[in-house]
């Protein structure tokens, strides 16, 4: 006998998603992302995803090879472009079906298996898109006493999440220390409510941090603390879309000093589509082009400063708030 699926549903700023899988056990991470964004099944999916263990994986789907390649940690997969319908697979593991027009997705996965982090992550992406709102690599905080928050821009290993405990070590909120959602217009934002990683060497730079932090750190020196647990020694915004009062792209500093420069638009929107915007082997794929396109706007509608990082990253607090007062 089959046991009935276990159905979920996240209400995302609006954009209701709802998971259906044969066991919870299959999408852990969806979860522990978005757990306090769970609303009764009596809300209206505006997106669903179906989540499938099954050893049928059809892996030669129509359409045209729009990559095909490694990723980091899951490895080899392919995503093939079939206009209506993009198919995400890793060979002989797990496949994702994503009908984005008319708002569902597929995922099929071996038995005994997990749903891969590029995987969900992909589905996560085009249920938000099918809503009009999109995933940015930044951080986000929000100006002591106001609403209005900062993005801050860098390429992974860049000092994001050192610069963000600074900065709320300050009295700045933080939303998200990597992944902001903006929507189609690009003026408003709002973080993902998940884990942050503290480095080893942020925790020795910052020793604030110290109480939530144990002994024992992973194999890239990092450990994982709960936004409940942070929330003890720094502010934690809840989960509303606020306004953007200016993006900062950061960068370390070349003499160890901190400081905060203007940025022309053009050079910040060449750097934020680097790191968010990805072109595969037949182009921009259509969610591309209108992540694009929400990237366009908040350039436009926004300052935009380099911030460079030196000795003491908390010394940016300052220069910030300074510089939007002048704005």
Known sequence: MTAAPTTFRYDLN??????????????????????????????????????????????????KLAFDGDVPLDGHCRL???GD???????????????????????????????????????????????????LHTAGLTLPGSNALVLIHAPSGTGKSTTS??????????????????????????????????????????????????????VEGEQAVSLERLGEIIRIEDVRARPIAALLHLAR???GETRLVPLARTEAMVALATDNVRTGMTGLLPMQ???????????????TFTL??????????????AALDRA
């Open 289 to 303: 082009k209108r992540r694009m396109a929400t990237i366009a706007a908040l350039v436009k509608a926004v300052p």
């Open 308 to 321: 460079e990082v030196g000795a003491r990253p908390a010394d940016a607090a300052a220069l910030i708030r």
């Open 85 to 135: 319908v993009f198919h995400l697979i890793f060979p002989g593991l797990q496949i994702a079906s994503i009908h984005a027009g008319e708002g569902w997705a597929e995922i099929r996965v071996r038995p005994g298996g997990k749903v891969k982090w590029t995987l969900l992550m992909t589905v996560l992406d085009a249920a938000l898109d099918a809503g009009g709102q999109h995933m």
């Open 80 to 82: 093939i472009d079939g």
């Open 165 to 218: 405990m600074a900065l709320a070590s300050q009295g700045f909120g933080l939303c998200s220390d990597d992944v902001m959602i903006l929507p189609a217009h690009g003026t408003t934002a709002w973080g993902m409510p998940r884990k942050v990683k503290i480095h080893h060497n942020t925790a020795a730079m910052l020793p604030f941090l110290s109480p939530c932090l144990g002994e024992t750190w992973d």
């Open 14 to 63: 609006g954009q209701v998603i709802g998971i259906s899988a044969s066991r919870a056990e299959l999408w852990p991470s969806f979860d522990l992302m978005f757990g306090t964004l769970r609303v009764g099944e009596s809300v209206e999916a505006g997106f669903r995803v179906s989540i499938v263990e099954t050893s049928a994986l059809p892996e030669n789907p129509e359409g």
């Open 253 to 255: 500093s070349a003499d």
